[in-house]
């Protein structure tokens, strides 16, 4: 080809129609995401909280499966075997040491699984104990967290979507719980009900786990359902001023309908942090009332009894206090960076 | 307006209020009369153009007569019915449905395509089998213009046009007689507006609908009505053909309003004068006494401050709310 002036140089000749092939070849259709996808992208891209997740995940089946597994009980006071002289050498063992009867098996060339954390004045197995109360801990803080979900939920969606007198009914309400001094109110709801509830549960299902975790759910339900309500109230206020709640409704949706299908699956993301957060903090209150002993009953521990009953041996065994301390430290401090990172990859102010 | 009732008559409105009460200062409440005594008919199969300025009550029109918002009072006739009672407000909400102005939050984020379009369908419980459902979106959504492939997509892949397509699919979801489009285009740029207003041409003559269509873009009405009411201030001042309206404005607003639709023909656009009020729309709160054009209107005389103008057929099918029409048009 020569060279024109006031030319491209292009050769036409390498132009070609795109044949049907070419062309659909070229049409990338992105794939179809969900929020839900979307969400769990950026969430896994942020470090933090999926290191935290892991510990979580790592903890949690831990509790489950670690008192399934292992040879001691939580209530089992290792000396005393029936029929025998208490056996005081199982009192107060450091980490790694055994009592005179586990000695002679070691001797006789038995394995005997080791007391990781020692045992605590009775003789009992202190790792299983540190674990179990992580299982109670959990637990209290799963299931309260539901309760305050589930109250909150229900009456906030209905305040927001309602409107008019029925808001103004439920949000007075949820003023009065809220100007209470909550620690005060948890303390003497739970001594009352600890009261009321210890004859009432006898022979029960619910007698197994104790009346002081019953009462402390019904504290939670009482009393901690209300910024949930609040905060729930709040969105729905400005979702259903969105057009498609106007046309769910000129299409005749009834308002459990529009609260159920448009509504709340808007505000998931809101739902879904702030029970995050609230695990913590229902963990953390477990752990107040146990420490002033209102908590779990006797021989059950949770990690704020185990901290309180190590109080009285701090100067011998420091780390009887240490080992829970730890140990809801990193359960709150997971949850807590876990509920920011949800927070951060759902949040839909945050999309770019 | 007479009151023998019309065989033609989709929708009849009479004395349509609709008042909202606004808060001012603590405990006291004002009436918004957002609209205010206002009666007319909508043809089977015509399509009833309604203009007016921001604020003037046309989108508060279009809801009251879906029962969006309880009428404060007057009467809403469908097809021979009163649509006042629950049960009949439940069949007359699968007659008549909506397209919504904004596309962007009248589909809800959370829903796939083939959901939002077939909600109506799952409120109304119009469907026997998932494979009818199935079919009848793939069907909505091949007149709309829309790939089946897009069903199982959600509404923020879409573009602001396409987004309007899904709406007017829902709309058309429980195969309805009448739709209310509440500046339906308003919220697109132009070449999708063409797009958009001729798809609501071509569905009106398949499918055989009524349209009302609320729009404050003049030169869109003109193109898709029929016939054309003007409204001023929650009432309606002018009410007539379209072709009329454009031609022969009576009222002195609606001359006011088409003087400003722009001409493309700038010789034209030179020749036209221009027709501009004094002053801003007042609050509907402190709406005048009277006619309510009379503080903005070059005509007013004292009479006007003490009786609102009745709307009067003026010419065959040409109604106007004004004292002074012969002045006006002298």
Known sequence: MENKMFSAQVDLDDFMPASDKEKEYMVQMRPSTTFFKDGVKRLLKNKVATVCFFIIVIITLAAIIIPIVWP???????????????????????????????????????????????????????????VYGTRISLAVGFFASIIVLIIGMTVGSVAGYCGGAVDLV????????????????????????????????????LAKIGSNIISLFIVFGVLYWVSMARLIRGQILSLREQEYVLAARA????????????????????????????????????SYLSFLGLGVNAPMPSLGSLASDALNGITSYPYRLIIP???????????????????????????? | ??????????????????????????????????????????K???????????????????RTILNLYKPTSGEIWYDGKLIKSPESIKEFRKKATMVFQDPYSSLNPRMTVSDIIAEPLDIHNMYKTKEERRDRVLQLMEYVGLNSEHASRYAHEFSGGQRQRIGIARSLAVNPEFIVCDEPVSALDVSIQAQVINMFDELQEKLGLTY???????????????????MYLGKMVELADAETIYNRPLHPYSISLLSAVPVPDPKIARANKRVVLKGDIPSPLNAPSGCPFRTRCPYA???CALSMPQFKEVEKGHFVACHHIEDVNA
């Open chain 2, 301 to 303: 005389k004292e009479d």
């Open chain 1, 170 to 205: 439920i949000m007075r309400i949820v003023d009065i719980i809220y100007s209470l001094p909550d620690m005060l109110m948890v303390i003497l709801l739970s001594s009352v009900l600890k009261v009321v509830m210890e004859g009432a549960l006898d022979g029960t299902v």
């Open chain 2, 212 to 230: 009302l269509f609320i729009a404050h873009d003049l030169l869109v009405v003109r193109h898709i009505s029929d016939r054309i009411a003007v």
């Open chain 2, 44 to 62: 089977r199969g015509e399509t009833l153009g309604l203009v007016g300025e921001s604020g003037c009550g046309k989108t508060t029109v279009g």
């Open chain 1, 325 to 352: 301390a730890i140990v809801i430290s990193l359960i709150v401090l997971s949850l807590n960076l876990f509920g920011d990172g949800l927070r951060d990859a759902f949040d839909p102010k945050l999309n770019a």
């Open chain 2, 1 to 42: 307006m007479s009151d023998v009732r019309n065989e033609n008559n989709l929708v009849d409105i009479k004395n349509l209020k609709q008042y909202f009460n606004v808060n001012v200062g603590f405990f006291k409440s004002k009436p918004l009369k957002a609209v205010d005594d206002v009666s007319f008919s909508i």
């Open chain 1, 72 to 130: 001691y009980s939580y209530d089992q006071m290792l000396g005393m075997t029936p029929g025998k002289p208490v056996d005081n050498s199982f009192n107060n063992l450091a980490p790694f040491k055994y009592g005179r009867s586990e000695m002679r098996r070691i001797a006789n060339g038995e394995t005997v699984i080791p007391h990781i954390f020692g045992t605590d004045a009775q003789g009992r197995d202190y790792f299983i104990r540190v």
């Open chain 1, 251 to 286: 299409a005749g949706a009834p308002g459990k309908w529009i609260i159920l299908k448009h509504l709340i699956p808007n505000c998931f993301s809101v739902i879904i942090i702030s029970t995050a957060l609230q695990i913590p903090s229902a963990i953390f209150t477990e």
